[in-house]
T-cell receptor, first 113, second 113 residues
Framework: QQQVKQSPQSLIVQKGGISIINCAYE??????FPWYQQFPGKGPALLIAIRPDVSEKKEGRFTISFNKSAKQFSLHIMDSQPGDSATYFCAASVLYNFNKFYFGSGTKLNVKP | DAGITQSPRHKVTETGTPVTLRCHQT?????MYWYRQDPGHGLRLIHYSYGVKDTDKGEVSDGYSVSRSKTEDFLLTLESATSSQTSVYFC????????????FGPGTRLTVT
């Protein structure tokens, strides 16, 4: 049973558009929600992360929106660029439980020039 | 890749043979993790370590064992490889006293024929 559900599986966006990826979870003990970006042939790298005490976090063109009551969080990429084309993974963890991550299934983003 | 190396980077082996993958870190992080990445499943935790000689199972541990005799090295062993273990394997490190982030290695692509 996957603890974090991610959608969509793939996404095509025009350059300059907004990319939105959604994740949902059930375990209310999760207290850290990172997003990872992965390019082909590379390991995942942290993009942005949020704790459940805030509803939104913004870093440049990347924003996490967090809805604790709905147990959902999403990644918004504003002004999407071809260089953003990659696979994105959401994850959740319980920090005091050895910081084990539970990952979503991934979204392959293709930004068309 | 944050001072993490994995070896080998690519391996092809036959069903029934033992395989050992190595993860080496130079960051002195306390926690180390092994994940496998498969299409449609994201990254799934196999085993993790919270100190030298301290290890525990993750979500998909059947058929895998681990050892950590030094802070910097974490070994993943497939005792008798099966075709279902064909995957890309990632090592990650974390030290919650410094950061909640997990840093990932470059991955090992394993093919079991």
């Amino acid at each position: 049973q996957q603890q974090v559900k991610q959608s969509p599986q793939s996404l095509i966006v025009q350059k300059g558009g907004i990319s939105i990826i959604n994740c949902a979870y059930e375990n209310t003990a999760f207290d850290y929600f990172p997003w990872y970006q992965q390019f082909p042939g590379k390991g995942p790298a942290l993009l942005i992360a949020i704790r459940p005490d805030v509803s939104e976090k913004k870093e440049g063109r990347f924003t996490i929106s967090f809805n604790k009551s709905a147990k959902q969080f999403s990644l918004h990429i504003m002004d999407s660029q071809p260089g953003d084309s990659a696979t994105y993974f959401c994850a959740a963890s319980v920090l005091y439980n050895f910081n084990k991550f539970y990952f979503g299934s991934g979204t392959k983003l293709n930004v068309k020039p | 890749d944050a001072g993490i190396t994995q070896s080998p980077r690519h391996k092809v082996t036959e069903t029934g043979t033992p395989v050992t993958l190595r993860c080496h870190q130079t960051e002195n992080h306390r926690y180390m993790y092994w994940y496998r990445q498969d299409p449609g499943h994201g990254l799934r935790l196999i085993h993790y370590s919270y100190g030298v000689k301290d290890t525990d199972k993750g979500e998909v541990s059947d058929g895998y064992s681990v050892s950590r005799s030094k802070t910097e090295d974490f070994l993943l062993t497939l005792e008798s490889a099966t075709s279902s273990q064909t995957s890309v394997y990632f090592c990650a490190i974390s030290d919650p006293l410094r950061t909640y982030e997990q840093y990932f290695g470059p991955g090992t692509r394993l093919t079991v024929t």
